[in-house]
């Protein structure tokens, strides 16, 4: 009896091989597509993912792209393509040409959604070994969002000769979240979960929810410890975004503001025009990009540069023309000179639309300032990291000239006492001229870096004129830290309200609170100090 079981198990074995080794060849696989249903049709996917074979990647691709067809009088599979009113065949494992034929001799290979997760999560697997570092990055990337048993041994291959860091560092994540769904050791899985919770994200926490439904009990614990520590890892860092983002729109609004403090300190002028050399400023940068690009291209990244100045230059011309022209005859009359202001900000905005039009203008980033980068768990843009950094060197730098200069020297003693200050031979009219010069050229510097950020078109300047203020009254009137620490304040105050309430009403809810704190404190947070501001 033994040696007729082992007789009929040799010839089983034997008439098996063949059928086996017809089954490991990719093009028996392919082809028996041909008659499969959808079911049938994802297990020959993971069969031809198992082969390794990067030849069938195209024929993969054809599928998922309803490209594959079988021939009808004898079932082979091949890759067709429209040729004039006939269908041209290519062989899916070498890509040659096997020949044309008409439409009704062949059969579309039908495919479900279900069957092109399938082929993605099997396209990932074979391309892992690929020696295109795109191309392995891209294939860790598509087994992390279609996790696939099948894989395992395949990305554990892969895993195993990679050398660059952010793709192995990928792969390990897309082997901790194929594990998950294997049948591994629970030790193995526990492994797994450890590297999930160190990727963190949300991702991670729809891969780590998803094993806990089908998780054994023994393993869910530290399925939810893991989901829980991800969790609380996201609220701290949204929170930081916010601040981020805070300070982001802080910087911003320091920028606008802080020329409008220097003029409101100095000479009490309500200036409703401020807004508008802000919008200068923007426009100036948008001609000076224009010229770069019709008659100094390779200059293009040196564009911000070329238009500090000229933005400044431009804008501080126009205020001391403003100032000279019209607020000098208006000193003592707030009111006259709020709407004389206002009437000049409706001038130049209507000057700007009839010389560039209404719609809004093209302003590019250079490329240092264009991209963005993680930090944490948090996403820095360059562009707003060179507004902040900007920002407080535009403060710092007015803060040097104001305590260290001669003419800062004047402009506090005139703010602070305008009488006492002319008795000493300080001419406060062109201190008077000088400032409304120099606040107007730092609104037009802040242009230059708000066109990085919005849009450059006539209402640039509205956007920023009232928070401005706010800023300022907020901060103290004529005090530099004090709109510093203002901005900053409104600004992430501003970023925490928006998500909860919305950008409209957080707005008014901000504006409420100033006013109730200005209720408390009339001078603002940093109240000046002098015998004409006590007074």
Do not use: C
């Amino acid at each position: 009896m033994l040696i007729r079981f082992f007789t009929l198990l040799f010839l089983f074995l034997s008439l098996a091989a063949p059928s086996l080794a017809q089954s490991a060849d990719p093009k028996s696989l392919i082809d028996q597509l041909a008659k499969a249903n959808f079911k049938q049709a994802e297990d020959l996917l993971m069969q031809i993912a198992a082969t390794g074979d990067t030849r069938v990647v195209p024929a993969l691709e054809a599928f998922a792209e309803g490209d594959l067809y079988f021939r009808k009088s004898d079932n082979v599979v091949f890759i067709a393509k429209p040729a004039g009113s006939k269908l041209s065949l290519i062989d899916p494992l070498t890509g040659e040409g096997v020949a044309e034929v008409a439409k009704s001799a062949v059969t579309k290979i039908k495919v479900n959604n279900n069957l092109r997760r399938a082929i993605r999560s099997a396209l990932g697997g074979l391309t892992l070994l690929s020696p295109d570092r795109a191309i392995r990055l891209q294939a860790a990337q598509q087994v992390l969002q279609s996790p696939s048993a099948e894989n395992l041994d395949l990305v554990e291959a892969a895993l195993a000769k990679e050398t660059d860091a952010e793709v192995k560092a990928r792969m390990e994540e897309a082997r901790a979240v194929s594990l998950l769904t294997s049948d591994r050791p629970i030790e193995d899985k526990r492994a797994a979960i450890e590297t999930l919770k160190s990727k963190g994200g949300r991702d991670a926490i729809s891969v780590l929810g998803g094993a806990l439904g089908s998780a054994d009990e023994e393993l869910r614990p530290d399925l939810e410890a893991a989901i829980a520590s991800i969790e609380d890892t996201l609220v701290f860092w949204d929170m930081a975004q916010n601040v981020w983002y805070g300070v982001s729109l802080g910087s911003v609004l320091l920028l606008a503001a802080i020329g409008l403090a220097i003029t409101f300190g100095v000479m009490g002028i309500i200036n409703m025009a401020h807004g508008e050399m802000v919008m200068l400023g923007a426009y100036s940068t948008f001609v000076v990009q224009q010229v770069i690009r019709t008659s100094y291209p390779g200059l293009f990244d040196w564009s911000l540069a070329i238009a500090l100045p000229v933005a400044f230059l431009v804008t501080g011309a126009v205020g001391f023309a403003i100032e000279r022209g019209v607020i000098r005859f208006l000193y003592g009359r707030p009111l006259e000179t709020l709407l004389a202001t206002w009437g000049i900000s409706l001038i130049l905005q209507q000057a700007i639309r009839s010389i560039f039009g209404p719609t809004n203008q093209e302003v590019g980033n250079p490329s240092w300032m264009s991209g963005s980068f993680p930090v944490g768990g948090m996403t820095i843009t360059w562009n707003r990291l060179w507004i902040v950094v900007f920002a407080l060197s535009i403060f710092f730098t007015l803060l040097v000239v104001m305590k260290k200069s001669a003419y800062g020297l004047n402009m506090r003693a005139v703010t602070q006492n305008r009488r006492m200050a002319s008795s000493m031979g300080i001419r406060t009219p062109w201190v008077d001229a000088l400032t409304f010069a120099l606040g107007s050229g730092i609104a037009g510097i802040a242009g230059v870096a708000l066109s990085q950020i919005d849009n450059v078109s006539p209402n640039l300047g509205q956007s920023y004129i009232i928070d401005s203020f706010m800023v300022v009254v907020f901060g103290g009137v004529g005090n530099l830290w004090g709109t510093l620490v203002g901005a900053l304040s409104l600004g992430v105050l501003n970023k925490f309200l928006e998500p909860s309430v919305g950008a409209v009403l957080g707005k008014i809810l901000v504006l409420v609170l100033i006013i109730l704190f200005i209720q408390k404190r009339p001078r603002g947070l940093f109240a000046l100090k002098g015998r004409a501001v006590e007074a």
